[in-house]
């Protein structure tokens, strides 16, 4: 049970990555930043929504490496 929690967090994980976070990173790279208001309205509108999916992603990372670490050593 533990291969499969670790293998299920693992690819819940990558996708956060690839519908949440590339996007929002390719959103930022595209943003306008020649002001200090542009970057503030840059940041307004990324930050709050790539901190949780970062939050989610560490978590998820996170079990997955102790699920499969635990299925390891347990065998």
């Not at 519908?19 to 790279?29: E, F, K, R």
């Amino acid at each position: 049970a533990l291969l499969w929690i670790g293998a299920a967090a693992s690819v819940v994980s990558f996708l956060i990555t690839a519908a949440v976070s590339v996007p929002l990173n390719q959103g930022l790279d595209r943003a306008p930043i020649d002001t200090f208001g542009q970057q503030q309205a840059a940041r307004v509108t990324f930050e709050t929504r790539w901190n949780r999916a970062n939050l989610a992603r560490t978590l998820t990372s996170t079990l997955s490496v102790f699920a499969l670490a635990a299925a390891l050593a347990l065998g």
